[in-house]
């Protein structure tokens, strides 16, 4: 058995398609071979090695300002990883995002029909968005999935149920039994990292963030106005790969050690031994997309998972049902945009652990998706 994995965006920017990756190539047989397309990462990212996957780039297209290049490398991505499935001739796909649907769509229905088709969403993307004129390209290869994988797949995935129920609602057509929740949870290996107490607060208590950054999209500028208003009582470090070059500016302008830039990043895999350091892990989108609003992010399984309390928006809607405040870690929903009338000192108050036989980890439902590859 041959399985292709077809990534447009480079996989190093998204953890959980090299776990996925990563889970599988562990557990195939050593009579099957596991192929994995995708580009070239530009954002000095430690690049993903499997040496039990064969793994093949090709130039990105997101860097380039004039369309007609992009456009060339969408087709010289989409051709390239075509003839390599002619070639190859696998008998499972699995493509992320509706950007890399193109090769598959070629492959299964000119080529090799019976080939078993899974497809699995990092976001949600609505119908709204979907018509909107910046995404003709995504438009384009969504309608061919709407025509013909989404009649013929095996699984299709979400992160959450409420992404699958509004996904449901957009294509009413898709047979709910191939819908499935896979939720972009980290590695079981990151349990041992895990440094959970009863901690007696000690200031300044030390709040952390990960990830992308733009003043649209966040409550940055809320929140770091908001810890320097404390006096003292918190500081706050930033760990980003990602953000416009005012928001870099804004925060090196800061003259004061409790608000910390550090704009080299993290590497997935040092998230854990990092955020043992901190004790509140910050989430504070704004609520600018559903895909927004039905979000569990994957910081709030890293946060979680390293033991750390959680401070999220209070419109992340598919968040809520993890609210707790009585045990550690507390999950707490704050309203970034009115945060002089945010009560902290009840929420950082010793509270006992709290059970953690839920624990977020991603091999029990990466063995959904193993069993599912290998009995289709």
Same mark, same amino acid.
């Given at each position: ?38 580009? %070239?990462?530009? =954002? ?14 090709? =130039? ?97 995935? %979400? ?46 208590? +030390? ?6 950054l733009s003043f649209e999209n966040t409550y940055l500028k809320e929140f770091v106005d908001w810890v320097i208003r404390q006096k003292g009582n918190f500081s706050f470090d930033i760990y980003s790969y990602n953000m416009y070059p005012d928001i870099q500016q804004y925060l090196n302008n800061f003259d004061n050690p409790l608000i910390r830039l550090h704009d ?52 992340? +809607? ?11 870690? =507390? ?17 950082? =108050? ?27």
């Amino acid at each position: 058995m041959k399985i292709a994995v077809i990534h447009f965006l480079p996989i190093e920017y998204y953890p959980p398609a090299t776990n996925i990756i990563g889970y599988l190539s562990d557990r195939i047989h050593d009579s099957d071979l596991l192929y994995v397309f995708t580009t %070239h990462n530009s =954002k000095n990212r430690k690049v993903y090695k499997n040496p039990q996957t064969k793994i093949y780039r090709f =130039k990105s297209a997101i860097k380039n300002r004039y369309r007609i290049f992009r456009l060339l490398k969408y087709l010289n991505f989409n051709i390239s990883v075509f003839f390599k499935l002619l070639f190859s001739q696998p008998d499972k796909i699995i493509y992320f995002e509706t950007l890399s649907a193109f090769p598959p769509y070629l492959y299964i229905k000119y080529i090799r029909k019976k080939t078993a088709v899974f497809t699995h969403y990092h976001e949600y993307t609505s119908l709204y968005q979907y018509a909107r004129k910046s995404m003709a390209i995504e438009r384009f290869f969504h309608r061919l999935e709407i025509k013909y994988l989404y009649k013929m797949a095996a699984w299709i995935s %979400h992160t959450n149920m409420e992404r699958i129920q509004l996904f449901q609602k957009d294509y009413p057509f898709v047979n709910a039994s191939i819908l499935h929740e896979m939720p972009n949870y980290p590695p079981k290996s990151w349990h041992s990292f895990r440094k959970l107490n009863n901690y007696t607060p000690i200031f300044p208590i +030390k709040c952390v963030y990960i990830g992308s950054l733009s003043f649209e999209n966040t409550y940055l500028k809320e929140f770091v106005d908001w810890v320097i208003r404390q006096k003292g009582n918190f500081s706050f470090d930033i760990y980003s790969y990602n953000m416009y070059p005012d928001i870099q500016q804004y925060l090196n302008n800061f003259d004061n050690p409790l608000i910390r830039l550090h704009d080299s990043g993290i590497e997935y895999n040092d998230i854990p031994s990092t955020l043992s350091d901190y004790q509140i892990g910050i989430i504070f989108y704004k609520p600018y997309s559903e895909n927004v609003i039905h979000c569990v992010s994957n910081k709030f399984y890293e946060y979680i998972s390293c033991g750390l309390d959680v401070w999220f928006s209070d419109i992340m +809607k598919s968040t809520l049902k993890y609210v707790s405040y009585d045990h550690r870690p =507390k999950i707490v929903p704050v309203d970034f945009s009115n945060l002089d009338d945010f009560n902290w000192k009840p929420v950082i =108050k010793e509270a006992p652990i709290g059970s953690f036989e839920h624990a977020f980890f991603s091999d029990s439902v990466y063995s959904v998706f193993n069993d599912a590859i290998l009995n289709t």
